[in-house]
């Protein structure tokens, strides 16, 4: 069974900075797509940033030039780093481990961003 445990999320001010991780395990870490979503209360889980098995990335228009996603296969980690945080940003953060058509899910890391 595919294990993926996120780390790193917390509170912090507006205009701060937060890196997440995920570890996976049980897994050949570098033929899976790698993402990060997100799910603020009241609203549905949304795409944050996913980074394709070859290195591709892409993100939501909302984070773009803020968030950066990158992935270490040597550590089978995936990295959210995460700048200019705004209180809109507050959401559960949620790791996912894609191929083909299966996929799996950490359980979450909160953040906030609050003053």
């Known amino acids: 069974q595919v294990q993926l445990v996120e780390s790193g999320g917390g509170l912090v001010q507006p205009g701060g900075s937060l890196r997440l991780s995920c570890a996976a395990s049980r897994i050949i870490f570098s033929i899976f797509d790698m993402g990060w979503y997100r799910q603020a209360p009241g609203k549905q889980r949304e795409l944050v940033a996913v980074i394709a098995s070859g290195g591709s990335t892409n993100y939501a228009d909302s984070v773009k030039a803020r968030f950066t996603i990158a992935r270490d296969n040597a550590k089978n980690t995936v990295f959210l780093e995460m700048n200019s945080l705004k209180p809109e940003d507050t959401a559960v953060y949620y790791c996912?481990?894609?191929?083909?058509?299966?996929?799996?899910w950490g359980q979450g890391t909160q953040v906030t961003v609050s003053s």
């Open positions: 996912n481990a894609k191929l083909w058509s299966n996929e799996w």
